[in-house]
């Protein structure tokens, strides 16, 4: 049933099924549904901001039989935007419809430490690492890696949950305790130059697209901002380059996949972490690059020729998080006013400190030009919603 050949091709008309309906997978049914295709969201959320701009919510969990034998009957193939999913779920469900990127990509991005020894074991470098299982596994990490160090909870961590930075060795066990979890892995604090992404995007007939690598900034372990080009050293662009490229071609990725990056003051080129899905960092390609990442996804799921990558020019990213929205929602009309910036709104309701509201680009002639643009755009934005005078 869910053999799929180089040649199988799913034309626009095609209904794709989309596990998860946050943002990733609302700007996916965007680009989807442009291009004329039918989008199912599954999320046990009664109103996620997929679900706005999908053809149907169904409203419950993939680890549901039911849910899945609904879909099952109502999609034609199934791509997910966020990795933290029961895998034995989403492999039930890869046997009788096609699952992309497939259950193998999935279940080693969404557990910290079998993907650090993926990647260790294909001799990709990234900061040196212990698994943590137990109170003595910390006591070797200490004695092997040490401190300053990152313990990273191996599941369900994302941006900056689930985290925690421990300097000193008696800090250790405690801070094992706090992340409330029975495996970790122990990371080596890089004390890196720059933070950088690049996603790559492969289809089924084995077609691969890279797009030019973006320069990121967190704040709290969240993406802040990015820009594109990078302006990184040529060397080290070849090298991320042909990282994610290996990775896509060992797991024979069809969709696509963002690999995060460290770039350290002594020029070596350190794996953080990987996603095969739409990426935060990628979201200046809707209005920057001839084809945006996610369409670029639909084309490679539905394998489509890919489209090309190029920027059309320099561009730049400002996450709005929830605390934005503290005291009072801001006056997004003022950012409108802004030549070349542009607002992005996920219509999630109930703005937390931390959660991801929405999003603006700026595009520039020079990347520092559209970073000026969106930093002055979303200051004002800052400075809108704590002026309480009426207008
Ligand atoms: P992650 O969830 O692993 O992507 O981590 C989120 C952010 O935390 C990264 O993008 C870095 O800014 C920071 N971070 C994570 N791991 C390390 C590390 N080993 N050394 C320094 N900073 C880190």
């Given at each position: 049933?869910?053999?799929?050949?180089?040649?199988?091709?799913?034309?626009?008309?095609?209904?794709?099924?989309?596990?998860?309906?946050?943002?990733?997978?609302?700007?996916?049914?965007?680009?989807?549904?442009?291009?004329?295709?039918?989008?199912?969201?599954?999320?046990?959320?009664?109103?996620?901001?997929?679900?706005?701009?999908?053809?149907?919510?169904?409203?419950?969990?993939?680890?549901?039989?039911?849910?899945?034998?609904?879909?099952?009957?109502?999609?034609?193939?199934?791509?997910?935007?966020?990795?933290?999913?029961?895998?034995?779920?989403?492999?039930?469900?890869?046997?009788?419809?096609?699952?992309?990127?497939?259950?193998?990509?999935?279940?080693?991005?969404?557990?910290?430490?079998?993907?650090?020894?993926?990647?260790?074991?294909?001799?990709?470098?990234?900061?040196?690492?212990?698994?943590?299982?137990?109170?003595?596994?910390?006591?070797?990490?200490?004695?092997?890696?040490?401190?300053?160090?990152?313990?990273?909870?191996?599941?369900?961590?994302?941006?900056?949950?689930?985290?925690?930075?421990?300097?000193?060795?008696?800090?250790?066990?405690?801070?094992?305790?706090?992340?409330?979890?029975?495996?970790?892995?122990?990371?080596?604090?890089?004390?890196?130059?720059?933070?950088?992404?690049v996603?790559v995007?492969r289809?089924?007939?084995?077609?691969m697209?890279t797009?030019?690598?973006?320069?990121?900034?967190?704040?709290?372990?969240?993406?802040?901002?990015?820009?594109?080009?990078?302006?990184?050293?040529?060397?080290?662009?070849?090298?991320?380059e042909a990282i994610a490229q290996s990775i896509a071609q060992?797991?024979?990725?069809?969709?696509?996949?963002?690999?995060?990056?460290?770039?350290?003051?002594?020029?070596?080129?350190?794996?953080?972490?990987?996603?095969?899905?739409?990426?935060?960092?990628?979201?200046?390609?809707?209005?920057?690059?001839?084809?945006?990442?996610?369409?670029?996804?639909?084309?490679?799921?539905?394998?489509?020729?890919?489209?090309?990558?190029?920027?059309?020019?320099?561009?730049?990213?400002?996450?709005?998080?929830?605390?934005?929205?503290?005291?009072?929602?801001?006056?997004?009309?003022?950012?409108?006013?802004?030549?070349?910036?542009?607002?992005?709104?996920?219509?999630?309701?109930?703005?937390?400190?931390?959660?991801?509201?929405?999003?603006?680009?700026?595009?520039?002639?020079?990347?520092?030009?559209?970073?000026?643009?969106?930093?002055?755009?979303?200051?004002?934005?800052?400075?809108?919603?704590?002026?309480?005078?009426?207008?």
């Open positions: 049933m869910t053999a799929a050949y180089p040649y199988t091709i799913w034309e626009p008309g095609a209904t794709i099924g989309v596990l998860g309906g946050g943002q990733l997978g609302r700007m996916f049914a965007m680009a989807a549904r442009r291009m004329g295709y039918r989008i199912r969201v599954v999320d046990p959320d009664p109103h996620p901001p997929a679900a706005a701009v999908a053809d149907e919510h169904l409203c419950g969990s993939v680890a549901d039989p039911d849910v899945r034998r609904r879909l099952i009957a109502s999609v034609d193939l199934v791509t997910y935007e966020f990795e933290h999913l029961p895998t034995e779920a989403v492999q039930e469900l890869s046997q009788h419809r096609p699952v992309y990127p497939g259950p193998e990509v999935l279940r080693i991005a969404q557990h910290r430490i079998l993907e650090k020894q993926f990647l260790a074991a294909a001799g990709i470098p990234t900061a040196r690492f212990w698994p943590i299982r137990s109170e003595q596994d910390i006591q070797a990490a200490l004695s092997q890696i040490g401190t300053p160090a990152v313990l990273k909870a191996a599941r369900h961590g994302y941006d900056g949950k689930g985290q925690v930075r421990v300097d000193q060795p008696d800090q250790a066990v405690e801070a094992f305790q706090q992340l409330r979890t029975s495996e970790a892995v122990w990371e080596a604090w890089v004390d890196f130059h720059t933070e950088f992404s996603i995007a289809n089924l007939r084995g077609q697209v797009f030019p690598a973006v320069r990121n900034w967190h704040r709290r372990h969240i993406l802040d901002v990015s820009v594109a080009p990078a302006g990184l050293p040529e060397e080290a662009t070849r090298q991320a060992h797991f024979r990725l069809v969709g696509l996949i963002c690999v995060e990056y460290f770039y350290t003051e002594d020029h070596q080129v350190l794996v953080n972490e990987i996603a095969p899905r739409p990426h935060n960092s990628g979201h200046l390609t809707i209005e920057a690059a001839v084809t945006s990442q996610f369409e670029q996804h639909l084309r490679a799921i539905c394998n489509l020729p890919l489209g090309t990558t190029q920027l059309r020019c320099p561009a730049a990213m400002a996450n709005l998080l929830g605390e934005l929205w503290i005291p009072q929602a801001p006056r997004f009309s003022l950012v409108c006013g802004i030549p070349g910036v542009y607002l992005h709104l996920y219509g999630k309701r109930g703005a937390t400190v931390g959660r991801k509201m929405g999003h603006l680009t700026a595009i520039g002639t020079s990347p520092a030009q559209a970073l000026r643009r969106v930093r002055r755009a979303r200051h004002l934005l800052q400075k809108s919603a704590c002026d309480t005078t009426p207008y």
